[in-house]
C-alpha cells in the first residue's frame, strides 16, 4: 500500500517540532476527519530557513508532512507556495489515491504558513487557494463521507 | 508453535491460523480422497460420506434439530448474505420491513442496503452506548410488515454479546425470522441455535483455526429461503456449487476442538484479555476500553480508544515493533472513516479514529500481552509529541469527563 519512503519517512520523520518565534504559521485539517497539520517557518531573504511541523494523522498525513518540510526548507516562498500534492507524492514515490488528500493538506499547510508570514509583514498573500477548504476537497476519496 | 518469525500476532479476530490438528483431519480429502461428492463412485462416495459427517458434527456442536439444517457455504459473508437476501425474497416477496442493528458486519449491512434499493424498508437500530442492542429497543421498532431482523450475536470489532434469545422472541412475537451472525462467537461461547431461538445463523471457519474458504450457514427447518446459488442444486438445493469437502471436514474438526477446550480456553483467554485492559488503561494516560459498560463481552477482544493518536499510525509502528493489530474490523482497513461500529455506540469521530482492537487466541500468552504494552506506550508517547491539537483535546476530554 505505501512506498519504502513513505513508510521511512513515517518512521523517521524529519523537522517535527515547532518554533517557537515562527516568523508564519500555517494550520490545516480538522479532527473530525482525522488529519491536522501545523508547519511553522522561518525565513530570512524571503526564503525558508527553517521549517518544523506537527501532524495528527495517519502515516501518509506524517510523511507527507515531512517530506513537504524537507522540500521546502531553503526554496524562496514563491517556490515553496507552488508546491503542488503531485510533487509531493511524487517525492514519495507515490500515494495511494485515497490518501492524495493527505499530500493537499501538506502543500496547504505549507501555503498557509507562507501567507501569514506575508500578511504579518504586510504584504500580499501568495500561497494561493486553500485546496482543502474548497467545499468540494473531499477528504477522504470520492467514496467516503466526512461530515465536518 | 504459531509464533511466526518476528510477529506477535494480536488479531484473531480478522483471522486465525489453521490449527495442525485440523490441517491433519482435512488433508486427506485434499489429496487421495479427493472425489466429488456428487459422483456415484467409490471416491465420491467417500466424500460424500465425510462430508455428511461433518454436517452431523456441526449440527451437534450448534444444536441443531437436523443435520440438513446445516448449509456448506464458501465463507461467513456468503452466509449471511444468503441468510439476509434469501429469508427476506422467499416466496417471491419484494418488499416489506427488515431490521437490522448499525453496527453489523458490512456483510450484513451491504445485502440489506441492497434490499432496500429492491423495494424494501430497512431500519438500522442503534445500539446503546454499552454496545447492546436491548430487546424494548428493538420491540419499538417492529412493524406489522417485519420480515427479517439481523442481530449480530458478538460484535467483532467492540466485543460485545448481544441477548440474542430476548431479541428472537421479540422478532418471533412479530411473526419475523431471526438471523444472527455468529462468526466472532462459534467456539468461543456456547452457541445452541434452539435454545437461542434462532431461524438462520451464520458462522465462518477462518475464525476458529479452519481454512479460509469455509462458512456454514444454519437454517431452522420449515424457514422460507429463496437461494442466491443456483445451479447443480447442491446442499438440499439451498447452495448450488460442489461442496468444498475438505474445507467442510476442517470446519466440524475446527469447531470440536473449539469444544472440547473452551472450558479451559474462555477463562484462560478472559484473564488476558483484562491483564491487557488493566495494562493499558494504567500505563496510557486517557486510554479508554470502548463499551467498558457491556453487560456481557466475548472473552478475546478489547477495543481501546487512545486519545490523541490516530488509529493507522499506532497499528504501523506497532507492525515495525512486530505486533499485528487492527484499528477496526480488518474489512474496514481500507477505509479512511472512522469505524461504524464505534460511531453506533455514540463516540465522536474524533475519538474513533484513535481506535485499537486487540484481539487474542489459542497462541496468546501473557508475554504477548505485556510486550504489546511496552512497544505501545513509547508509539503514544512519540504520536501525541507530534499532535498539534493534543492539549486541546485532552482538555476537552477532561471537560468532558
Given amino acids: 500500500m505505501y512506498s519504502e519512503k513513505v513508510m521511512e519517512h513515517f518512521a523517521n520523520p524529519r523537522n517535527v517540532g515547532v518554533i517557537e518565534d515562527a516568523d508564519g504559521v500555517g494550520e490545516v485539517g480538522n479532527p473530525v476527519c482525522g488529519d491536522v497539520m501545523k508547519i511553522t ?8 530557513e527553517d521549517i518544523k511541523f506537527q501532524t495528527l494523522g495517519c502515516g501518509a498525513a506524517i510523511a507527507t508532512s515531512s517530506i513537504v518540510t524537507e522540500m521546502a526548507k531553503g526554496m524562496t516562498l514563491a517556490e515553496a507556495a507552488a508546491i503542488t500534492k503531485q510533487q509531493v507524492a511524487d517525492e514519495l514515490g507515490g500515494l495511494p489515491p485515497a490518501k492524495m488528500h493527505c499530500s493537499v493538506l501538506a502543500t496547504d499547510g505549507l501555503k498557509r504558513a507562507i501567507d501569514d508570514y506575508l500578511v504579518r509583514a504586510g504584504r500580499d498573500p501568495i500561497g494561493g487557494k486553500i485546496l482543502s477548504e474548497d467545499p468540494d476537497f473531499d477528504p477522504h476519496g470520492a467514496d467516503d463521507e466526512c461530515e465536518v | 508453535m504459531r509464533r511466526m518469525e518476528g510477529v506477535t500476532y494480536l488479531d484473531y479476530s480478522a483471522t486465525t491460523p489453521v490449527d495442525p490438528r485440523v490441517v491433519e483431519a482435512m488433508l486427506p480429502y485434499l489429496t487421495e480422497r479427493f472425489g466429488n461428492p456428487n459422483s456415484l463412485y467409490r471416491l465420491g462416495r467417500e466424500a460424500h460420506a465425510a462430508l455428511e459427517d461433518a454436517r452431523e458434527r456441526v449440527a451437534r456442536s450448534i444444536n441443531a434439530a437436523a443435520a440438513s439444517e446445516v448449509i456448506f457455504t464458501g465463507c461467513g459473508t456468503e452466509s449471511d448474505n444468503a441468510a439476509i ?3 427476506a425474497t422467499a416466496n417471491g416477496r419484494s418488499s416489506g420491513h427488515v431490521v437490522v442493528s448499525a453496527f453489523e458486519h458490512h456483510a450484513v449491512l451491504e445485502p440489506a442496503h ?15 452506548p454499552d454496545g447492546t442492542v436491548y430487546p424494548e429497543d428493538l420491540e419499538a421498532v417492529m412493524r406489522d410488515d417485519t420480515v427479517l431482523v439481523s442481530i449480530m450475536h458478538g460484535n467483532n470489532e467492540i466485543g460485545t454479546l448481544q441477548p440474542i434469545a430476548e431479541l428472537a422472541k421479540v ?8 438471523h444472527a451472525d455468529a462468526a466472532q462467537t462459534l467456539g468461543k461461547v456456547d452457541v445452541d441455535v434452539q435454545a437461542l431461538g434462532l431461524d438462520a445463523m451464520s458462522f465462518s471457519g477462518h475464525k476458529i483455526y479452519a481454512p479460509k474458504g469455509v462458512g456454514v450457514l444454519y437454517l431452522k427447518r420449515g424457514t422460507p429461503f429463496a437461494p442466491q446459488m ?14 468444498n469437502v475438505a474445507g467442510a471436514v476442517a470446519f466440524a474438526a475446527a469447531l470440536e476442538i473449539m469444544d472440547e477446550e473452551r472450558p479451559r480456553e474462555a477463562p484462560r483467554l478472559a484473564a488476558l484479555r483484562d491483564r491487557l485492559v488493566e495494562q493499558v488503561l494504567s500505563r496510557i494516560e486517557h486510554a479508554r476500553l470502548n463499551a467498558a459498560d457491556a453487560p456481557e463481552r ?11 493518536c490516530e488509529g493507522e499510525a499506532m497499528l504501523l509502528h506497532l507492525d515495525a515493533a512486530g505486533f499485528a493489530v487492527s484499528t477496526g474490523s480488518a474489512c474496514s482497513s481500507g477505509s479512511l472513516k472512522p469505524s461504524h461500529v464505534l460511531l453506533s455506540i455514540g463516540l465522536p469521530p474524533e475519538l474513533a479514529h484513535g481506535s485499537l482492537r486487540v484481539s487474542l487466541g489459542r497462541w496468546s500468552t501473557e508475554a504477548d500481552v505485556d510486550a504489546f504494552a511496552d512497544a505501545l506506550v513509547p508509539i503514544v508517547e512519540k504520536l501525541r509529541k507530534m499532535n498539534p491539537l493534543y492539549e486541546k483535546t485532552i482538555a476537552a476530554l477532561t471537560r468532558g469527563a
Fill in chain 2, 230 to 243: 443456483l445451479g447443480g442444486g447442491q446442499e438440499s438445493r439451498r447452495r448450488s456449487g460442489t461442496q
Fill in chain 2, 298 to 308: 466475548l472473552p478475546h477482544i478489547a477495543n481501546f480508544i487512545i486519545p490523541g
Fill in chain 2, 114 to 128: 441492497a434490499l432496500a434499493k429492491r423495494g424494501f424498508t430497512v431500519t438500522e437500530l442503534e445500539p446503546r
Fill in chain 2, 171 to 178: 422478532a418471533h412475537a412479530h411473526k419475523a425470522a431471526f
Fill in chain 1, 41 to 48: 517557518i522561518k525565513v530570512a531573504d524571503d526564503r525558508i
Fill in chain 2, 85 to 87: 437476501i434469501g429469508i
